[in-house]
């Protein structure tokens, strides 16, 4: 397994770059309303980060240096990816309105999640492999979820925004991967982190965005052939981590709620009826 060095990795922690980003350029390319309720939904998920990171502080995984060092890092470059996120909206006239909720408050389910969350910390040593491996499916999925939005939006100021953050969220995921791959070698380990993903795993924002915006993210992002095979690959390459071969992920949850929307008579991924 190869050696991680996170004094590379920190110093390599920067805010995302927007110098060359042509912001006046954004308004001279059309902007299809699909792609504006993506970019909502996925620059609410960027500025929510703070109260994920909240949650974190009451578990064992802030008591691990490394991983404290990373979450510094990772916090940081989070914020900037929803303030970048939210600027391309205001530059295409569709700036982003307060949220109902004040900035940073929990619902009800978050409040409840958190503490369930702090009492798995506390009664189970091995939590932080929890953590990483809950860590790595996401940032897995939020980087071809922004590699995909470029794919279908074909705007070359947005291609170029998400390309670069992107960027940041491989280096996460390497980090997450990695620190998964590591504490996941004893087969204990890995089967209780197996049994917990298998029971409570669902894709970025859920519980943080209504149950039919994540639904539509899903059928809008990887309804269609090559949206699947996207999502295959996620599932694949978290199949590679201990004890995760058999492991049914991002597909699986499109067959049985996306797909299973559009059974319904429900609106498909791309705005049709």
Known sequence: ??????????????????GEIDWE???????????????????????????????????????????ATFLACWLYEETFHGLALARFL????????ERERPRGSE??????????????????????????MWGAINEL????????????????????????IALDESRHFFFYYRQAERRMQRRA????????????????????????????????????????AAARKVDDTIRRLPGFATVRLLEAWIERHAEAADGNGGRNGHGQQ
Do not use: K
């Not at 110093?11 to 927007?18: E, G, K, N, T």
């Not at 999925?141 to 670069?164: D, Q």
């Not at 859920?206 to 059928?219: D, I, K, T, Y």
């Open 1 to 18: 397994m190869p050696v991680f060095d996170l004094d590379a990795w920190v110093a390599r922690s920067r805010a995302i770059d927007l």
């Open 25 to 67: 350029g954004v308004s001279r390319h059309p902007v299809a309303p699909e792609i504006i309720r993506t970019l909502r939904y996925m620059q609410d998920i960027e500025s929510h980060t703070i109260v994920y990171t909240r949650s974190l502080l009451a578990t064992r995984a802030i008591a691990d240096p490394e991983v």
């Open 90 to 97: 205001q530059a295409a006239g569709q700036p982003v309105g």
């Open 107 to 132: 619902s009800f389910p978050q409040w409840l999640e958190a503490r369930l969350t702090a009492m798995l910390s506390r009664a189970w040593p091995d939590f932080c492999a929890v953590h990483m």
């Open 141 to 164: 999925s939020a980087l071809t979820a922004y590699r995909r939005l470029a794919a279908l939006a074909n705007h070359p100021v947005l291609s170029g925004l998400l390309e670069r």
């Open 189 to 228: 380990v890995a089967r209780v982190a197996r049994l917990i993903v298998d029971r409570f795993w669902a894709p970025v924002g859920s519980g943080v965005q209504p149950g039919a915006e994540v639904v539509f993210m899903a059928r809008y992002l990887f309804g269609d052939d090559e949206g699947r």
